[in-house]
């Protein structure tokens, strides 16, 4: 299977904990997108990285939320002490940046619970 | 800064009906238009996208979606439901320069009544 993939699919967490989140782009694609989906909303954007470089966050990202790519490939997204405002759908997709039409490919999601 | 309204938080419809989801955007920049479809407890999926040339873009599973420049829509639309299109549907836009970050709208689920 050449999609991407993210692991995990579900976590359950309490307050006050930490979590981490792993997503594998398609193999070829320089471009990682994480968006978080709250109930009832779309997707919102999160960050960027192109190949190791985070290019652009949101003002979602609260301190508390890192995301780091190190080798360009795999990229992982913490969120340390988490709140119950932090349960939502975290998406990850990628896309192969080489100018004009970028298709981003989406993973199935990490679902975060947090009690 | 660019943005999507689907003005239809639900939509019910019979089988073998014919459905229209809307979508407006609304952007300073030319842009690249897309519908995705979202399966319960599942990720995204693309159905259709417009990056230029002709207004009437078809996608998969029958559904299609005409770009209207004037009065900044993108409306999906199918002849003929079936129960398995039952899902949630995403309108979203991004420039056509840059690395496109994704906005997407706040989505529209499709019910098909058998």
């Known amino acids: 299977d050449t999609g991407v993939s993210q692991d995990p699919r579900h976590k359950i967490t309490k307050r006050g904990q930490n979590v981490t989140f792993r997503c594998d782009p398609i193999?070829?694609?320089?471009?990682l997108y994480w968006y978080r989906q709250t109930l009832g909303q779309g997707p919102e954007f999160l960050t960027y990285?192109?190949?190791?470089?985070?290019?652009?966050k949101s003002r979602l990202l609260s301190d508390r939320f890192s995301a780091e790519r190190p080798k360009g490939s795999f990229s992982t997204l913490e969120i340390q002490r988490t709140e119950q405002g932090d349960s939502a759908m975290y998406l990850c997709?990628?896309?192969?940046?080489?100018?004009?039409?970028?298709?981003?490919?989406f993973g199935p999601g990490t679902r975060l619970t947090v009690l | 800064a660019q943005s999507v309204t689907q003005l239809d938080s639900q939509v019910p419809v019979f089988e073998e009906a014919p459905v229209e989801l809307r979508c407006n955007y609304s952007?300073?920049?030319?842009?690249?238009l897309f519908w995705y479809v979202q399966y319960p407890n599942q990720g995204l999926q693309l159905l259709l996208k417009?990056?230029?040339?002709?207004?009437l873009v078809k996608g998969i599973n029958g559904f299609e979606a005409e770009f209207n420049k004037s009065q900044t829509s993108f409306h999906l639309r199918k002849p003929s439901v079936h129960i398995s299109d039952t899902a949630e549907y995403f309108c979203?836009?991004?420039?056509?320069?840059?690395?496109?970050?994704?906005?997407f709208g706040t989505g529209t689920k499709l019910q098909v009544i058998p």
């Open positions: 997709a990628s896309s192969l940046g080489a100018g004009g039409y970028n298709e981003q490919f």
């Open positions: 952007s300073s920049v030319s842009v690249y």
């Open positions: 979203a836009v991004t420039n056509s320069g840059g690395y496109q970050k994704v906005t």
């Open positions: 193999s070829e694609h320089n471009r």
């Open positions: 417009y990056l230029s040339g002709s207004t």
């Open positions: 990285f192109q190949n190791e470089a985070q290019l652009e």
